[in-house]
């Protein structure tokens, strides 16, 4: 029984480039939490989805960043026009249901030049 | 304000040296309390959770308490394999049921 997968595992961006990050999650879970890890930081939640819905997006950032998680495919996390202080490692977690404990990805650690 | 405060930051143990690990909480309506291990370079692995105060759970040499305003990990004669960074997240009656909010960790470093 496959985990929580991401890709890429490492993502190398210039400045003002786009980055997309891939989730899929544990087979017979449908709810996908985006969570970021600054260096020296805690995991900081971004956004909480579910099929086809964004349930809450009240951690991402107003501006350049964006998820789905589309009824067929991976959730994606997409951030446009990056900066340096985008810099850091994304992580992905699944459930089978809200409330549940979270199971999270091996990260995608995303560095801006 | 909502708040999950870890301490020590970080914990150098001696092999068999027993120790806990503390997770203090402020928020509005605890509605679980989840303990997370995490490796260098890797994500977090899932531990425990706990829902109620008075409630315990043990695997292994892991041992996890719940009070009314923090929780406790205890790490009973440690191997170096246990060296991890342990971390303890809380869901809030405030938000949705998918947010976890995270403390900044505490770095246990097991020598032999």
């Known amino acids: 029984n496959a985990g929580v997968m991401q890709n890429p595992r490492h993502l190398v961006r210039r400045r003002g480039q786009e980055a997309r990050l891939r989730c899929s999650p544990m087979k017979g879970h449908s709810h996908v939490y985006w969570y970021r890890q600054l260096p020296e930081e805690g995991l900081k939640f971004m956004v909480y989805?579910?099929?086809?819905?964004?349930?809450?997006e009240s951690g991402m950032p107003k501006e350049r960043f964006s998820a789905e998680f589309p009824k067929e495919g991976p959730s994606i996390l997409r951030i446009q026009q990056v900066v340096r202080g985008d810099s850091a490692a994304y992580f992905c977690?699944?459930?089978?249901?809200?409330?549940?404990?979270?199971?999270f990805g091996p990260g995608t650690r995303l560095t801006v030049l | 304000e909502d708040q999950v405060t870890q301490s020590p930051e970080a914990l150098r143990l001696q092999e068999g040296e027993s120790s806990s690990l503390n997770c203090s909480y402020t928020?509005?309506?605890?509605?679980?309390l989840f303990w997370y291990r995490q490796d260098p370079g890797k994500g977090p692995e899932f531990l425990f959770t706990l829902y109620s105060a008075g409630e315990e759970k043990e695997k292994e040499r892991l041992k996890a308490t719940l009070t009314k305003k923090e929780s406790f990990l205890h790490i009973t004669a440690p191997k170096p394999e246990d060296s991890a960074t342990y971390l303890c997240a809380v869901q809030a009656g405030t938000d949705s049921w998918g947010k976890f909010q995270f403390g900044a960790g505490t770095q246990v470093v097991v020598t032999p």
């Open positions: 928020v509005s309506g605890l509605r679980g």
């Open positions: 977690a699944s459930s089978p249901g809200a409330g549940n404990e979270q199971f």
């Open positions: 989805l579910q099929k086809e819905n964004i349930i809450d």
